[in-house]
């Protein structure tokens, strides 16, 4: 969406919330599909490899999660929180526009 319209529709703040808890969501898919596949292969080579990319992994998932938990984004310790934002997410949306 462009800026503009972001502004207009008072979606500005609710655009970057989507991106970031898109890609946390992938981050956290990565995560569980590597460690399938560490524990179904049998080469250790290939085992070694798909070990350093799950690390890598939980290691975007960790420094994803501080820099939302930081913005105020992301509660997961917190779920009467976490409910808060994502209603009043839910209410902006509802809110919205159709574009």
């Given at each position: ?18 991106i970031a808890m898109d890609f946390l969501i992938s981050v956290k898919s990565g995560v ?5 596949a560490v524990t179904d292969t049998v080469s250790p080579d290939i085992k070694a490899t ?50």
């Amino acid at each position: 969406m462009n800026f503009l319209l972001e502004k207009l529709t008072g979606l500005d703040g609710l655009t970057d919330q989507v991106i970031a808890m898109d890609f946390l969501i992938s981050v956290k898919s990565g995560v569980r599909t590597y460690a399938m596949a560490v524990t179904d292969t049998v080469s250790p080579d290939i085992k070694a490899t798909l070990t350093r990319q799950l690390e890598d992994a939980m290691d975007l998932h960790e420094r994803l999660s501080a820099y939302l938990m930081e913005k105020g984004i992301y509660h997961p310790w917190n779920v009467d929180e976490q409910i808060a934002v994502d209603l009043a997410n839910i209410e902006l949306a509802l809110k919205a526009p159709t574009l």
